[in-house]
T-cell receptor, first 115, second 114 residues
Framework: SQTIHQWPATLVQPVGSPLSLECTVEGTSNPNLYWYRQAAGRGLQLLFYSVGIGQISSEVPQNLSASRPQDRQFILSSKKLLLSDSGFYLC??????????????FGNGTRLTVT | KQEVTQIPAALSVPEGENLVLNCSFTDSAIYNLQWFRQDPGKGLTSLLLIQSSQREQTSGRLNASLDKSSGRSTLYIAASQPGDSATYLCAVRHSGGSNYKLTFGKGTLLTVNP
């Protein structure tokens, strides 16, 4: 069966420090990968998605970047964190659209607090 | 632009009650609709997925229906239990060239009182 791992679970970082959040998926190949941010009262916001290695699309301009160095690895990064980057970050995967159903599956999330 | 609305924003019911959560979307050109559950501080857990060609899906005490033409879905929970307390979110997957993208509602916070 497929599983998704996301770490760390919580992170407290000072303003201006770098960020690296990692997500890996097991038990599937060529997944679509996603980074979402969830803010109170604003719902889930899609930050990045990837349909393959090295293929990253950004949904919103921001202080963050994403990379996909391997088929089942997705990394969210920042060179210098801002206070506004605080939030709950969720990694997700799905089979490619066209695969029957294509459900979306989420990791357990990372609570990031920028101080 | 696809918009997804969930009503009510919060719901409190006594244990054992049957209940319905509502989800509406503005663009009927969807690939599928998915219902999720989120416990505080946790990720989202997939409950049910309905393809655009389907009318309903069932899993245990949960039943989700889809009326694509009217832009509505409902999640029916039978014989509610305190363990059902959580936030329930619906999401629609866009069709066509944007089929990588899902639009989420803001969720319904359900509290089942013992």
């Amino acid at each position: 069966s497929q599983t998704i791992h996301q770490w760390p679970a919580t992170l407290v970082q000072p303003v201006g420090s770098p960020l690296s959040l990692e997500c890996t998926v097991e038990g599937t190949s060529n997944p679509n990968l996603y980074w979402y941010r969830q803010a109170a009262g604003r719902g889930l916001q899609l930050l990045f998605y990837s349909v393959g290695i090295g293929q990253i699309s950004s949904e919103v301009p921001q202080n963050l970047s994403a990379s996909r160095p391997q088929d089942r690895q997705f990394i969210l990064s920042s060179k210098k964190l801002l206070l506004s980057d605080s939030g709950f970050y969720l990694c997700a995967w799905s089979p490619p659209p066209g695969t029957y159903n294509s459900p979306l599956h989420f990791g357990n999330g990372t609570r990031l607090t920028v101080t | 632009k696809q918009e997804v609305t969930q009503i009510p924003a919060a719901l409190s019911v006594p244990e054992g009650e049957n209940l319905v959560l509502n989800c509406s979307f503005t663009d009927s050109a969807i690939y599928n609709l998915q219902w999720f559950r989120q416990d505080p501080g946790k990720g989202l857990t997939s409950l049910l997925l309905i393809q655009s060609s389907q009318r309903e899906q069932t899993s245990g005490r949960l039943n989700a229906s889809l009326d694509k033409s009217s832009g509505r879905s409902t999640l029916y929970i039978a014989a509610s239990q305190p363990g059902d307390s959580a936030t329930y979110l619906c999401a629609v997957r866009h069709s066509g060239g944007s089929n990588y993208k899902l639009t989420f509602g803001k969720g319904t916070l359900l509290t089942v009182n013992p």
